[in-house]
């Protein structure tokens, strides 16, 4: 079984930036494709960004796309989600993801079989 753990969230204002970390157990992010989701209040949960497992290769929503980085520390086995550049409309809960079949990059919330409790980031204007 998967347990993933987000952490990082809080409050920051337009423009700045927040790091996000999943710590993952009973799976090696490494042999796994991750990824990250948000779902505001009243949205369905929306693609962020994917880590290909046993590569760097990622990608990102048009929305987050030269302002979020995805990476993976396989030592510490766990996966971040680097903010910049902050705007009000990145206010959401944000999840961690792994994808337990073998698809490249999936991007849609089904593809995924375990989830992270969400952490909140909330951007103020």
């Known amino acids: 079984q998967v347990h993933l753990v987000e952490s990082g969230g809080g409050l920051v204002q337009a423009g700045g930036s927040l790091r996000l970390s999943c710590a993952a157990s009973?799976?090696?992010?490494?042999?796994?494709?991750m990824g990250w989701f948000r779902q505001a209040p009243g949205k369905e949960r929306d693609f962020v960004a994917v880590?290909?497992?046993?590569?760097?290769?990622?990608y990102y929503s048009d929305s987050v796309k030269g302002r979020f980085t995805i990476s993976r520390d396989n030592g510490k086995n766990t996966v971040d989600l680097q903010m910049n550049s902050l705007k009000p409309e990145d206010t959401a809960v944000y999840y961690c993801?792994?994808?337990?079949?073998?698809?490249?990059?999936?991007?849609?919330?089904?593809?995924?079989?375990?989830w992270g409790q969400g952490t909140q980031v909330t951007v103020s204007s």
């Open positions: 880590i290909r497992r046993f590569s760097t290769t990622t």
């Open positions: 009973g799976r090696t992010v490494s042999s796994t494709n």
């Open positions: 993801a792994a994808a337990a079949g073998s698809l490249t990059l999936p991007t849609a919330p089904i593809q995924y079989n375990y």
